[in-house]
């Protein structure tokens, strides 16, 4: 294969790679702080190996890191599309928080670096 066949074929895979992620009814959103020491421990323990994972492929994935923890569930840190999936959180605050939204409603919802691998083990029963 010659040099700009393998580059057009990376392109077209990069391309194909987010429809198929967006494609999912399944979206999973990180919730955290830049000044959050937590949240900095599963960026570093957990973070990588979950962007290489094979269910990140399967999923749309959101993450609402302001840079202060106190302003994490500030409406104005979350994309629009998120804001019914803010107003079902009983509680505003716990960071990291991990939420797994199903057809717009919250079907999981941990927080805790800790809490990770719940939300692990719940996500690959729902992605069978």
Known sequence: MDRRALLFTGFAAALAAPAARAASDLKV????????????????????????????RRVTWYEVDPPKLKEAY????????LKPVLDQLPRKSGTPRFLIVRDGQVVANEFGASKWAIIM???RKMLG
Do not use: F
């Not at 919730?31 to 994972?53: H, I, M, Q």
């Not at 500030?74 to 599309?81: F, G, L, M, S, T």
């Open 29 to 56: 959103i990180y919730v955290g702080g830049w000044d959050c020491p937590p949240c900095t421990t599963w960026k570093n323990k957990y973070k990588a190996e979950w962007l290489a994972s094979p269910e990140y």
């Open 74 to 81: 500030q409406e104005r840190h979350w994309p629009a599309e």
């Open 121 to 123: 083990t719940d996500l």
